[in-house]
Antibody
């Protein structure tokens, strides 16, 4: 079945940037969108943004716009999310998730990547 | 942003109970609503989309209903595997938003 495999845990200093990856397999990458959702410890789910893998079109949450960049490499069936100007409030598990391009509910999820921001 | 208000935040129930979780949107989301189940330490799993369409492989004891701004997730007979946290999510317009979650606990 569909697989989304995310990169490993990260520890970053305040003010730094982090770039996470999400490698897709067992489906046609360019036919879907990839979203990024995060979950702080003990908290709910927060959507950061998405990229349509076919044409690269992006949408972002106003909360993160200007701090988040989402890209993809179609030859590697991989999506990337870079978050800059990190603070302790960005410590969370970051998930990638798949949707069809025009209806953004998530039918498959990655395993999550823990990002810890600490001095 | 569309605000999604989910209630209750915690629910204590027994195996076999009928359970209902409510999600209210701050504006009409035209049925573009999904429900997810999340077990501790795991990614969420979609149960229902388009308010009432059951995901393939999800047991029929789960059902969704609603329209406009009011939506419900019902578990007709709670099973041990169902003790988890449930989230609603609107996908009518960007920015996508989630409810705050409902933790279903063992009474």
């Amino acid at each position: 079945q569909v697989q989304l495999v995310q990169s490993g845990p990260e520890v970053k200093a305040p003010g730094a940037s982090v770039k996470l990856s999400c490698k897709a397999s067992r489906y046609i990458f360019i036919d879907y969108a990839i979203h990024w959702v995060r979950q702080a410890p003990g908290q709910g789910l927060d959507w950061l943004g998405r990229i349509k893998a076919g044409n690269g079109d992006t949408e972002f949450s106003p909360k993160f716009r200007g701090r988040v960049i989402i890209t993809r490499d179609t030859s590697a069936s991989t999506a990337f999310m870079e978050l800059s100007s990190l603070s302790s409030e960005d410590s969370a598990v970051y998930f990638c998730a798949r949707s069809v391009p025009d209806y953004s509910s998530f039918d498959s999820w990655g395993q999550g990547t823990l990002v810890t921001v600490s001095s | 942003d569309i605000q999604m208000t989910q209630s209750p935040s915690t629910l204590s129930a027994s195996v076999g109970d009928r359970v209902t979780i409510t999600c209210r949107a701050s504006q009409n989301i035209k049925g573009w609503l999904a429900w997810y189940q999340q077990m501790p330490g795991n990614a969420p799993k979609r149960l229902i989309y388009k308010a009432s369409t059951l995901e393939s492989g999800v047991p029929s004891r789960f059902s969704g209903s609603g329209s406009g701004t009011e939506y419900t997730l019902t578990i007709s007979s709670l099973q041990p595997d169902d003790f988890a946290t449930y989230y609603c999510q609107q996908y009518d317009i960007f920015a996508l938003t989630f409810g705050g979650g409902t933790k279903v606990e063992i009474k």
